[in-house]
């Protein structure tokens, strides 16, 4: 069975604030995908990233960066320097990136609980 | 692309109607997948489609809830009775699946309907 756990349920920052996401995940498959989404106030759910679990390597896009751990099974996010638009829920989410042999679960995409992000003026 | 297109975005109906849920995947995608959250459940996969066909519908809450995808551009999700606690934001994602290559893998989200049963 799959498992995200985003132990932190709301982050309040004030603006230019670093922030960090973090993300925990189990899982028994030995390939697999970690994806960051943004929920906005508006409701969509906007990707972020996606990494597969043989690519280990930190990535960094503009004021985001995410650092992936497969011996601590954690792929935290990282904001710098937050901005007021930043401001939304952030799901982390795992599935598996291969069928198993007899079962179905690829394409389950097992989502955290999200972590409210609020960065103030 | 226009992206994965929901309709309705909202849908107020009362207990015991049938509602119906529609969505168009990205063209050429071939994996369709129907979401619903909660407050209480977070994000909840209810089924799955590769190349129209129903993969898993383990997640489907009970036998009030059916989906469909006739063809490769079209899904629909029904609730026949509906009844409050079916009142969520119901999400459909498509995505290439790895048969395509595992770099091409990833979802797209469509904006969702908020569904509301009074």
């Known amino acids: 069975a799959q498992k995200v756990t985003q132990a932190q349920t709301e982050i309040s920052v004030v603006e230019k604030e670093d922030v960090t996401l973090d993300c925990v995940y189990e899982t028994r498959d030995t390939t697999y995908y970690l994806f960051w989404y943004k929920q906005p106030p508006s409701g969509e759910l906007v990707f972020l990233i996606r990494?597969?679990?043989?690519?280990?390597q930190n990535e960094i896009s503009g004021r985001y960066s995410w650092n992936f751990q497969k011996s601590t099974s954690s792929f935290n996010f990282t904001i710098t320097a937050s901005q007021v638009v930043d401001s939304a829920v952030y799901f982390c989410?795992?599935?598996?990136?291969?069928?198993?042999?007899?079962?179905?679960?690829?394409?389950?995409?097992?989502f955290g609980q999200g972590t409210i992000l609020t960065v103030h003026p | 692309d226009a992206g994965v297109i929901q309709s309705p975005r909202h849908e107020v109906t009362e207990m015991g109607q049938e509602v119906t849920l529609r969505c168009k995947p990205i063209?050429?995608?071939?994996?369709l997948f129907w979401y619903r959250q909660t407050m209480m459940r977070g994000l909840e996969l209810l089924i799955y489609?590769?190349?129209?066909?129903?993969?898993?519908d383990s997640g489907m809450p009970e036998d009030r809830f059916s989906a469909k995808m006739p063809n490769a551009s079209f899904s629909t999700l029904k609730i026949q009775p509906s009844e409050p606690r079916d009142s969520a934001v119901y999400f459909c994602?498509?995505?290439?699946?790895?048969?395509?290559?595992?770099?091409?893998?990833?979802?797209?989200f469509g904006s969702g309907t908020r569904l509301t049963v009074v």
């Open positions: 990494r597969n679990s043989f690519d280990e």
């Open positions: 994602a498509s995505s290439f699946g790895p048969e395509k290559g595992l770099w091409n893998y990833g979802y797209t």
């Open positions: 489609f590769n190349n129209n066909v129903p993969i898993d």
């Open positions: 989410a795992l599935t598996p990136a291969l069928n198993i042999a007899g079962g179905t679960s690829y394409g389950k995409l097992t």
């Open positions: 063209s050429g995608h071939d994996y």
